[in-house]
């Protein structure tokens, strides 16, 4: 060992604790926004418009917002997006039956420019097939298989991911399909619930819970439905 690097250890040796980066620190988790639909009036701290006539219904573990198929919808003038080149966009949600069959139920969209994130389903019989969506500019990407279905009428939790490359998504914690696409940080903008912004496409059954996290999850730390 050279002088200098022995000078370079006692140094590394003596220095306080204090003075050390935490291990805890440097790998803290970013914290995830969390929206709890359970209510007409504030959700995640913002104000809501409704459309329709929403109903505020008990759910299984608390209460959750029951959409109509028709009518009803929920905006929140926030993007929970904002700036994140990666994320994890999740919603407990429970689909009915007899909805019809395009239902865009999470719509998450840049001010002014068409950017976009979505969530949606497609409903044959009493069956489901997640419906995800990313865009920006001219670029955009669909995943959906409509023959992986679910039973319509109970919860589940889907989530869509995005790593700053491909894109992902996730019913109940498994993964279904994934695809490449160039997709952006989104600046500020809004989100509408249970309907697409432009009030088509309305979602009939109830929605819980909203959460984004600005990383991507491991299947084992993605939300589960309530039993």
């Known amino acids: 060992m050279t002088r200098a690097a022995a000078a370079c250890a006692m140094l590394a040796i003596a220095a306080p604790l204090s003075a050390r980066p935490s291990p805890r620190h440097a790998f803290r988790a970013p914290a995830p926004i969390v929206w709890t639909v359970d209510n007409l009036t504030r959700i995640g701290g913002h104000s809501v418009t409704v459309i329709g006539s929403p109903r505020v219904v008990d759910a299984p573990g608390g209460r959750a917002v029951a959409f109509d198929g028709a009518r009803d919808g929920l905006?929140?003038?926030?993007?929970?997006?904002?700036?994140?080149?990666?994320?994890?966009?999740?919603?407990?949600?429970e689909p009915a039956?007899?909805?019809?069959?395009?239902?865009?139920?999470?719509?998450?969209e840049e001010a002014g420019t068409g950017n976009r994130a979505l969530?949606?389903?497609?409903?044959?019989?009493?069956?489901?097939?997640?419906?995800?969506?990313?865009?920006?500019?001219?670029?955009?990407?669909?995943?959906?298989?409509?023959?992986?279905t679910h039973?319509?009428?109970?919860?589940?939790?889907?989530?869509?991911?995005?790593?700053?490359?491909?894109?992902?998504?996730?019913?109940?914690?498994?993964?279904?399909?994934?695809?490449?696409?160039?997709?952006?940080?989104?600046?500020?903008?809004?989100?509408?619930?249970g309907v697409r912004q432009n009030l088509v496409s309305h979602f009939k059954g109830r929605i819980?819970?909203?959460?984004?996290?600005?990383?991507?999850?491991?299947?084992?730390?993605?939300?589960?439905?309530?039993r």
């Open 151 to 193: 039973p319509a009428g109970r919860w589940y939790a889907a989530a869509l991911t995005y790593d700053g490359k491909a894109m992902a998504h996730f019913v109940n914690g498994r993964r279904e399909l994934t695809g490449d696409v160039a997709f952006k940080p989104l600046g500020a903008g809004r989100t509408s619930i």
């Open 75 to 93: 905006l929140v003038d926030a993007n929970p997006l904002t700036g994140l080149s990666r994320f994890t966009l999740e919603v407990v949600f």
């Open 208 to 226: 819980r819970l909203i959460r984004v996290t600005p990383e991507v999850l491991a299947p084992a730390a993605m939300l589960e439905p309530p």
């Open 97 to 108: 039956a007899d909805g019809s069959e395009e239902q865009r139920f999470i719509h998450i």
């Open 119 to 148: 969530i949606e389903l497609r409903l044959a019989a009493t069956a489901w097939s997640l419906d995800t969506y990313l865009r920006h500019g001219e670029l955009g990407l669909t995943l959906l298989d409509r023959a992986r």
